[in-house]
């Protein structure tokens, strides 16, 4: 399985970012897809995530200001970030669970300033 992800960039402070991410490969079930991000100097931490059937987590730094989706048929997911903060400025890294193995996309930057 290999993951494609795109939608990285600078963006200002308070503004909106989409993160796409793509699937490909020999793919029978995913069945958890999500986002980490990884700050300079910190740990890769996890951003949301979504089942198969659409139960999504978030965690607390983003919770009521994003929204992840996904479309099985296509493999895809897609992360919808507003009201962006200094500190959301990380590398994005795609995240997918195939039959227990965990595949990830080589990561996208995101740099919120002004």
């Known amino acids: 399985v290999q993951l494609q992800a795109s939608g990285g960039g600078l963006v200002q402070p308070g503004g909106s970012l989409r993160l796409s991410c793509a699937a490909s490969?020999?793919?029978?079930?995913?069945?958890?897809m999500g986002w980490y991000r990884q700050a300079p100097g910190k740990e890769r931490e996890l951003v949301a995530l979504i089942t198969s059937g659409g139960t999504a987590n978030y965690a607390d730094s983003v919770k009521g200001r994003s929204t992840i989706s996904r479309d099985n048929a296509k493999n895809t997911v897609s992360l919808l970030v507003n009201s962006l903060k200094p500190e959301d400025t990380a590398v994005y890294y795609c995240h997918a669970v195939h039959f227990l193995v965990d595949y990830w996309g080589k990561g996208t930057l995101v740099t919120v300033s002004s």
């Open positions: 490969g020999t793919i029978l079930s995913i069945n958890v």
